[in-house]
């Protein structure tokens, strides 16, 4: 049997998250998406703001180590809880970004007209 406590992480993947501070002043948390975005500039992995989230791509270990360090950040400004929609997707036969899923549906999209 394999060794289990030592199997790697997959050596990529996309992530789909929406973290949502609990407990802000106000309704509105565009500052804490604002530093959010500000802390992936500096993260060196590739990424997507969308209404509802961010798309972010890289190794299992750097995207999870990523939204981790934007929980803490958060935190460390105050923020005392913070709960978080993560869906992640992985594949080994072929290396695949975000920008190449949409296009690929674009491209069936646009034999429709």
């Not at 002043?25 to 509802?52: D, I, N, W």
């Not at 961010?54 to 105050?78: F, K, P, Y």
Request: aromatic share 2%; charged share 20%; hydrophobic share 40%.
């Amino acid at each position: 049997m394999a060794d289990l406590a030592h199997l790697a992480t997959p050596p990529a993947c996309i992530a789909d998250f929406c973290l949502i501070p609990i407990g802000t002043p106000t309704a509105s948390v565009a500052q804490e998406v604002a530093q959010v975005q500000r802390l992936l500039k500096h993260s060196g992995l590739e990424y997507s703001m969308h209404s509802a989230g961010t798309t972010v791509e890289g190794s299992w270990d750097a995207v999870m180590r990523v939204i981790g360090q934007c929980h803490a950040m958060l935190h460390q400004n105050g923020i005392v809880r913070i709960q978080s929609d993560i869906r992640v997707g992985s594949r080994t036969d072929k290396k695949q970004g975000a920008k190449d899923k949409v296009e690929a549906v674009e491209r069936l999209l646009k034999e429709d007209q």
